[in-house]
């Protein structure tokens, strides 16, 4: 059953809203995109193969959905609002597979749900699911954060984010927007933005722009080193100090947590210095300039004089 409205018209869409009963909700960060040209913009950026997998977050009314099953994917749409939800039943079915693809819903937060779908999920690896999404400007940069830290990988993602967002996840080292987030991206995915989206394409219009991002899977993306993203959140948590402090002050939280003064006549001082020498990094650095292959290298460097002595 095709969709029983026009997802290009917001009088349309506000209509049908009234209609049901339905009210917007701020606190979801609701915003449909109502310009056709961007949303297919989007899609064709995501380069889906045949009957490929795709996790929709936000997915709302189901204008980028019915996009996805158009071009034969096998949707699962993950969405907050159980009125949205029921309308995404009533549209596209649940669990069950139609002419153009496949849909089913994970309805709830998907920042509380996708953990526990993605343990019951046996057929979705890392290089062969997407993820898609015009993401509420709310949860954007902690839902990329927690797949990413949680090795849920994707072999690409193509998102709508807040502007100055989409900035933070492309930034390259020493840049205004260079951040933990930044690092976060590149350590496992190709950062690409695409265009700017403006406000207008939006129903309601929101008071910022927005900005596609495509992120590709880096291949052999392996486990990083145990101390990797807690380090880089320290290190930028202090950005205007030089690492040497910064150092000294995470390798004397970790010595505290594994136990290590009770073994060893280490210090927070010695292990600062001798990561510092083993990775050929000088002291006086800040955080905004180092790459990720720098902070790699001080967190291995660190977890092996640390638990290893």
């Known amino acids: 059953m095709p969709p029983l409205i026009n997802y290009d018209s917001p009088r349309e869409l506000k209509a049908f ?9 701020k606190k979801f960060g609701q915003n449909f995109m109502v310009n056709p040209y961007e949303r297919s913009m989007l899609l064709e950026a995501l380069e889906l193969p045949a009957s490929a997998k795709v996790w929709e977050a936000g997915a709302g009314l189901g204008a980028m959905t019915e996009g996805l099953l158009k071009r034969g994917a096998h949707v699962t749409a993950f969405e907050i609002d159980p009125a949205f939800a029921c309308a995404l039943r ?7 597979a139609g002419s153009a693809g496949s849909f089913r819903l994970v309805e709830g937060d998907i920042l509380k749900t996708w953990e526990t779908f993605n343990k019951t999920s046996i057929d979705e690896k890392d290089d062969e699911l ?5 993401l509420p400007y709310n949860i954007a940069a902690a839902l990329i954060a927690d797949f990413i830290e949680n090795s849920r990988y994707f072999k690409r993602v193509v998102i709508t ?5 989409a900035c933070r996840m492309a930034a390259a080292p020493g840049s205004a927007d260079y951040s933990s987030f930044s690092v976060l991206c590149s350590s496992v995915y190709k950062v690409k933005l695409l265009r700017i989206i403006k406000a207008s394409s939006f129903y309601p219009v929101p008071r910022v722009d927005s900005q596609g991002v495509r992120m590709d899977l880096i291949p052999q993306t392996g486990k990083k080193p145990k101390f990797f993203y807690p380090l880089v959140r320290s290190l930028f948590s ?5 690492i040497r402090n910064t150092l000294k002050a995470f390798a004397s939280s970790v010595i505290i947590e594994t136990g290590l003064p009770e073994k060893s006549s ?7 210095r001798e990561t510092l020498k083993k990775a050929g990094i000088s002291g006086d650095r800040r955080a905004e300039t180092l790459s990720n292959q720098e902070f790699a290298a001080l967190a291995a460097f660190l977890e092996e004089i640390v638990l290893n002595g």
């Open 90 to 96: 009533e549209f596209f079915g649940n669990d069950s």
């Open 238 to 242: 202090s950005r205007r100090k030089t």
């Open 266 to 272: 280490l210090s927070a001082g010695e292990a600062a």
């Open 17 to 25: 809203l009234e209609e049901r009963g339905i009210g917007m909700r």
């Open 161 to 165: 984010v807040q502007r100055e967002v």
């Open 130 to 134: 997407f993820l898609f999404g015009n």
